[in-house]
C-alpha cells in the first residue's frame, strides 16, 4: 500500500480504482487490481 499526498493522480490511473473514507483516512482501491491500494490520513 502507498501512502500519498494526492489520491487523485491514483484515482485516475485504472478505470476500477475506487476512492473510500474509513476511519479518518482516504483510501483507493480496487477490487480487480488488488496491486492499486493507497491510503491518505
Known amino acids: 500500500m502507498k501512502v ?3 489520491l487523485k493522480s491514483l ?8 476512492l473510500i473514507r ?3 483516512g482516504v483510501y ?4 480487480r487490481n ?3 491500494k493507497a491510503r491518505q490520513g
Open 4 to 6: 500519498v499526498n494526492s
Open 22 to 24: 474509513r476511519k479518518g
Open 34 to 36: 488488488p496491486r492499486m
Open 11 to 18: 484515482r485516475s490511473r485504472d478505470r476500477n480504482n475506487r
Open 28 to 31: 483507493v482501491i480496487n477490487k
